[in-house]
C-alpha cells in the first residue's frame, strides 16, 4: 500500500519544495502503472494476458495498421532515389501522370477533353497600373469560355482550373489570337472580368487593362492525353 502524502501544513519549514517532488513523482508513477496496464490487458486464469475488448482500448490510441511509422518519409525518399537511378524517361512520365491523376477532379478532365483537339481558346488576365506607366500587377488571371466549353459544374473554379493545369505543364499560355476577336468580347463580358476591372478602379485607384492571350494543350498534356488513352 503507498504510503499517504503527508499534509503541506505538517511539513518542516524548507519541505515545500521536497513536497511537491514528492507528489508529482507519485502521480507520474500512478500515470504509468495505469499506461502499463492498458498496454499489457488484464491477465486470465492463467497468468496470460486476456485480449482487450475494443472499449478497453484507450479512445487516443491508433490502432496498430494505422500507427505512423518511425522513419517513413525517409524510407519513402530512398525508395524515390533508388527508383530515379534506373528508371527511363517513359517511366519517369508515367510517374508523374500517376501523380496528376490522384490530384485531377472530373471538371479538370473535362477541360483536358475539350483541349485534346489541340485548337487554341481565348484567355484573359486583368492587370493594374498607373495611369501613365504599363500595368505592373494582375488582379485577375486564367478567365477562360473552357470550362463552359468543356461543361464543366463549378464554371466560377475555371480560373482555378486553368490555373493548376497550367502549373502541371499540361496547359501552355500564348498570344492573342486575332481571328477570335468577337469571342474575346464576349468573355471580357464575365462577372470575373468585370469583378477584377472595378477591384483595380475603384479599390487600387489604378487603371485596369485586359490582356488577351490563349491556352491550349502543351506538349507534356498532349502526351498525357495518349497515356491515358493508350491501349483503348
Known amino acids: 500500500m503507498a504510503t499517504p502524502d503527508p499534509e503541506p501544513q505538517d511539513l518542516p519549514p524548507g519541505g515545500l519544495r521536497r513536497y511537491l517532488v514528492h507528489v508529482l513523482r507519485g502521480a507520474l508513477d500512478r500515470r504509468l502503472d495505469r499506461v502499463e ?5 488484464p491477465r486470465q486464469a ?3 494476458a486476456a485480449t482487450p475488448s475494443p472499449r478497453d482500448e484507450p479512445r487516443d490510441q491508433l490502432p496498430a495498421h ?9 524510407a519513402a525518399l530512398k525508395a524515390l532515389l533508388d527508383r530515379a537511378m534506373d528508371q527511363t524517361q517513359e517511366q519517369s512520365e508515367e510517374a508523374w501522370f500517376q501523380a496528376v491523376l490522384g490530384s485531377l477532379v472530373p ?21 493594374a497600373g ?11 488571371e486564367n478567365i477562360s469560355s473552357i470550362g463552359r466549353t468543356a461543361g464543366i459544374q463549378w464554371l466560377e473554379m475555371t480560373p482555378a482550373y486553368v490555373g ?3 502549373r502541371w505543364g499540361f496547359i501552355e499560355l500564348g498570344a492573342e ?17 468585370i469583378r477584377a476591372v472595378q477591384l483595380a478602379r475603384q479599390y487600387r485607384g489604378e487603371r485596369a487593362v485586359i490582356l488577351r492571350h490563349t491556352i491550349r494543350l502543351s506538349a507534356a498534356g498532349q502526351r498525357f492525353w495518349a497515356a491515358c488513352h493508350r491501349g483503348r
Open 177 to 193: 489570337d486575332a481571328a477570335q476577336a468577337a469571342n474575346y468580347e464576349i468573355l471580357e463580358t464575365d462577372d470575373a472580368v
Open 107 to 127: 471538371d479538370e478532365a473535362l477541360i483536358l477533353s475539350a483541349l485534346s483537339d489541340g485548337a487554341r481558346h481565348p484567355m484573359l488576365h486583368v492587370a
Open 130 to 140: 498607373s495611369w501613365l506607366g504599363a500595368p505592373q500587377q494582375l488582379v485577375a
Open 164 to 166: 493548376r493545369l497550367r
Open 37 to 41: 496496464r492498458l498496454l499489457s490487458g
Open 46 to 48: 492463467g497468468g496470460e
Open 66 to 74: 494505422e500507427s505512423p511509422g518511425v522513419g517513413e518519409p525517409a
